[in-house]
């Protein structure tokens, strides 16, 4: 199963890729990727990588 979520707060706001592996109705792994929907790192922004989401 794959979920994929907006977490925020009033300070941060993060989007969350959840992968699970179920085993009899139960979670046998969970693996989360975790995105910063802050403002790019400025090694990012000096090599032109990525572009805002709209």
């Known amino acids: 199963?794959?979920?994929v979520t907006r977490?925020?707060?009033k300070e941060n706001s993060f989007h969350?890729?959840?992968f699970f592996e179920m085993s009899?109705?139960?979670i046998?792994?969970?693996d989360e990727y975790w995105g910063?929907?802050?403002t790019a790192?400025?090694?990012r922004i000096d090599k032109?990588?990525?572009k805002p989401i709209r």
């Open 1 to 3: 199963m794959i979920t």
């Open 7 to 9: 977490v925020w707060s």
């Open 16 to 18: 969350v890729a959840s």
């Open 24 to 26: 009899e109705d139960k």
């Open 28 to 30: 046998k792994v969970l």
């Open 36 to 38: 910063d929907d802050g």
């Open 41 to 43: 790192p400025q090694w």
């Open 48 to 50: 032109n990588i990525g």
